[in-house]
């Protein structure tokens, strides 16, 4: 049995943070009740992030978006600030899990889990996005690259709380894709994903490129030197093609039940010709 | 001459829809009785090993546990099996397989029979084990059951006809091949359940998640040293069962637990994970084959080797290899054929019945050979399917002559004459950027019923309530299929009232009367045959009774109408319901039997216990459309077009359900689906890593029936809930090579193979 906590607002739930160092947080729980099954319960203390409100919603501010961190996918998907405007987020909101997880499944959630193959992370990394975190000393802003230190691991302090995640909003990138290679049509964990962004010139070429990994190594994987083959140059296939081959050499995957390190890195290079499709319509 | 019907042939909506939707059925799994205690097995954990302890005393300490059971509390041969009984209720002095249950707990709740569960202290001595068929044929391989004649061989059988293999020397064309198949779990939703209760009366009662209620009466008595008929079995409807829930799960454990109980009502149901490790699986396969033919496509000789692998213990080994066997030489004339087979024990997980039953297994190989040889021949797969299709009077390649109803032909022929099938060429000319869209055609067949050595019938009681509707006691489960509602409908026909008259109980050994398993695609025809003649009994009665009530000299001047028995001539009714006051409970029961025929055909066949050869087969053409995404591997199937021989539909809706169910989940084995296991343990045991598919993947699905009557069924019906399976992952094969070239032989077939199959040409496209 655990004790269950419900703070009903930011200031609680920092003062239960640090009573309870070793309560874990919930929103939707669909990674921690599941896998509390393997582990033989929740923990002994659990803090709800349901009724803390300074959590939720979504705000526009100067140049960005303001998501909070217990924002459902399902809450983001349908609005049209994600929905329309940030599209290489909302493509891996729709393919995440299930409608059933969408709904109880929250932004910050997928970070916090800091799953290789999390839906969301490669989207907010091309997408350069922060995240907010409380404590009681302070609020304090990191970069996802900085939040992110492997599998399960963060940068969240002791009594801190992931409270929002400040997305820049993109300007002028007309191609914005995100694939995920799953072994089914649903409840798939990704084998790779790729979040691509790009912002071509007057003439087709590009002037800047933003290339993320999911499921291709401890954490999201940037390849700065696929980015670079890229500009100046129209994304055809031999262009792709030649920033595939920096992509191989970047990522760090892994063998596992769903697939080889070898197949991973195979797929992350051919991901990228998909570009070519889509900037050919 | 046309038959004309009122209900037959005609959509309904199924009885258990609407109480399903609105999550009013009552599963096995709902049930929690009164002041239950639950009972859990724990588990071996290590696939090979000698019990040197096993230390219940920390267990049994634990506030909240009533008891603690071992091997010393069975009374009886403590061994469970449908045929072969050969695997412990509780492992006493070794351990075969890492699900083996080694202690029974009961408790208050189920937090405390967890940690009961994990107190209980086993001392175990490992033994080298032996995992797959090829290591456990070994000579001096480590012997799952010591003793034993065979060693590790389960079963070795072997069909010749004509002049067997030699004969492939013989013809101007040969094809040769080896695949393999993996094992499936069934992942039903309501995994392994029941309840059970110790009477005063010495009456042990059990509601079970179970598929032979009947059958099951004796496995728990002998393997407990009980009275079979001092043990009452219900099953109500079931969340999906496809084979795993044949034989005994929970059963013997359950009963064990109830007595020890102390009279209270003991619940035990399987976690998803424990359903993994120890439910039971479709036999792993590997199958070597070469097929003869002439030069115009003409089937000559065939050579086939099949090794499964039966895990632990037996369950229906034998018998699953038994009609893989009959069907592998597919749905085809063969004269000369050398098939052997070899069912193997190892310290993998038990495998058992699974729809497709071994003939899945076959299918594969018999299918990919025969494009393989249409591919040598230069010649159209479809054509060269029908060129050798079996027709009525012909024999198949295990010497079996088909003397029903035999439609293969008229399947292929629908499938060509589909709109699908002409324009396929044109929809894989239309494949997206970076993805090959490929066509596969598959023929599959399948025995229906036990086959021969296994009596296989049906009892069918039906009454006439008190009110004047009518109540049909179905003995047989129904899992998901839809047999109930086929009953209601038979009945419904054969009395000429609406199906809304009546009232289904489900199976109940204490009412419901003797009948064979949920299984073999004979539910619904041997328990409606028996229906129907318990209906034309009860018809026949309800007209002498209404000769009475309206003073009619002949009941030939009287019908039995929509709730009444009517006088043709004069239209004078006396309704049912009056007649019904007229009545005692006797006179109101109609009960009747029948029995499964069996072929008469001696055969070839050799080491077979039972289960080989069968008269009946259902026939399906199956038409795949995928398409091959180049840059992952990633196959979808887009559309499944199906035209299937289950002779005459009862309803279509049911039929269409049963077909594309059929179709999704060998999609299902094909593309994702493998238990994967280290060394006898399992490495995928919950949902999120071991994938069956989801509403997302499926294909849009076309489900035609040929014009085709089994004379012997009712109303000319056969089982068709396993055929469509077998045709799945031979079509889905043959699809993926028509896309890219991939012509892969081990399924599943998951992205990284397909990309890394496809040829050197295809691989230079992205």
Known sequence: MSRVHAPRGLAELLALRADLPGAALMAGGTDLVPRSRARGGLPEDVILLQDVPELHGITSGKGLLRIGAAATHAALLADPRVGRGLPVLARALACLASPAIRNMGSIGGNIC??????????????????????????????????????????ALGPGEVLCAVLVPRPEGFSLQHFEKVGLRGAMAIAVVSLAAMLRLDGRGRVAEARLAWGSAGPAVVRCPAAEAALLGRRPTLSALRAAARHARAAVRPIDDLRASAAYRREVAGNLLLRLADLSSR | MPQEFSQIDRRHPRND????????????????????????????????????????????????????????DVAGSNLQGIVHKDQPVLAGDKVRHCGDAVALVLAVDRETLARALSLVRLDLEPLPGVFDPAQALKKGAPLVHEGRRGGNVLVRASIRTGRGAAVLRECPVVVRGTFSTPMQAHAFIETENGTARLLPDGTLEMTVSTQAPFRDRFEIAQALGLDPMRIRVVAPYLGGGFGGKDGATVQCLLALAALHAGGRPVKMWWEREESMLAGYKRHAARLTYALGADRDGTLRALSCRIVMDSGAYAHLGGEVMALGMESAGGPYRIPHADIRGLCVYTN??????????????????????????????????????????????????????????????????????????????????????????????AAACIGVGYGRGLPDAATARIELTETGTFRIFNAVPDMGQGNASAFALIAAEALGQSPASFELVQPDTACCLPSGSSSAGRTTYTYGNALVRACGALRDRLLVRGAMALLADDTADLTLAPGAVRHVKSGRAVPLALLARMMILEDRTATAEFVMPVTP??????????????????????????????????????????????GRVLNPQGFEQQVAGALIQGMGWALSEDVLTREGRILNPDLSTYLVPTAADAPEVDCLAVDSVEETGP????????????????????????????????????????????????????
């Open chain 2, 348 to 441: 993998n997980p038990v495998a058992g019945a699974f729809r497709g039953f071994g003939a899945a297994q076959t299918a594969f190989a018999a299918e990919r050979m025969m494009d393989r040889l249409a591919e040598k021949l230069g010649m159209d797969p479809l054509e060269l399917r029908l060129r050798n299709a079996l027709r009525r009077g012909d024999r198949n390649a295990a010497g079996v002559t088909m003397t029903a109803s035999t439609g293969m032909a008229a399947c292929l022929e629908a499938l060509r004459a589909h709109p699908a099938y002409a324009a396929r060429e044109a929809w894989k000319r239309a494949a997206p950027p970076h993805a090959r869209r490929g066509a596969g055609v």
């Open chain 2, 601 to 646: 055909d001696a055969t070839g066949g050799k080491g077979f216990v039972i289960g080989f050869p069968h008269l009946l087969f259902a026939y399906a053409a199956v038409l795949a459309l995928s398409e091959v995404d180049e840059l992952t591997g990633a196959v979808r199937v887009r559309r499944f077009v199906s035209a299937t021989d289950g």
């Open chain 1, 113 to 154: 889990t800091a799953s290789p193959a999390g839906d969301t992370l490669p989207p907010l990394h091309v997408l350069e996005a922060r995240v907010e975190l409380a404590g009681r000393e302070g609020v304090r802003e990191l970069s996802l690259a900085e939040f992110i230190l492997g599998p399960g691991r963060t």
């Open chain 2, 715 to 766: 109303f000319g019906m056969k089982g068709i809930g396993e055929v469509n399976l077998n045709a799945a992952l031979p079509s889905i094969g043959a699809a993926v090579q028509d896309a890219c070239g991939a012509r892969l032989d081990a399924a599943p077939l998951t992205p990284e193979k397909v990309l890394g199959a496809r040829p050197r040409r295809a691989r230079r496209t992205p």
């Open chain 2, 17 to 72: 829809a609407l109480p399903k939707a609105l999550g009013l059925e009552r599963f096995a799994a709902d049930h929690y009785p009164e002041g239950l205690l639950w009972a859990g097995a724990r588990r071996a954990g290590i696939p090979h090993a000698r019990i040197r302890t096993v230390d219940v005393s920390a267990a049994a300490a634990l506030p909240g546990v009533v008891r603690v059971l071992t091997r010393a």
